[in-house]
């Protein structure tokens, strides 16, 4: 089992930045790639950005320029740093962890999401 706990969300205004943090804690060991998305009110959730266990890194292209996804394997920690936003970059943000469970299977976790809201 893995355990993820979301810091750093909040109320900023347009042009602003956040953020976000993701710790995990448990089975540690097993953990893959990691990555954050979001849900807007009335929408689906979307890929915001992943890493791999080796730093190679995805952006959704609404996102590319403006945020970046890093990871600190000694802590445990997933960061999301949101530059330049948006309003419509409102939404409550999860981050999530893949853990290894067998040679070709992976189990994900989510965190319990934090909101970023963006006010025009």
């Known amino acids: 089992q893995v355990q993820l706990a979301e810091s750093g969300g909040g109320l900023v205004q347009a042009g602003g930045s956040l953020r976000l943090a993701c710790t995990a804690s448990g089975s540690i060991f097993s953990i893959d790639a990691r990555g954050w998305y979001r849900q807007a009110p009335g929408k689906q959730r979307e890929l915001v950005a992943t890493?791999?266990?080796?730093?190679?890194?995805n952006y959704a292209g609404s996102v590319k320029g403006r945020f970046t996804i890093a990871r600190d394997n000694a802590k445990n920690t997933v960061y999301l740093q949101m530059n330049s936003l948006k309003p419509e970059d409102t939404a409550v943000y999860y981050c999530?962890?893949?853990?290894?469970?067998?040679?070709?299977?992976?189990?994900?976790?989510w965190g319990q999401g934090t909101q970023v809201t963006v006010s025009s």
């Open positions: 890493i791999t266990s080796g730093g190679s890194t």
């Open positions: 999530n962890a893949d853990a290894v469970t067998g040679a070709y299977t992976r189990v994900r976790y």
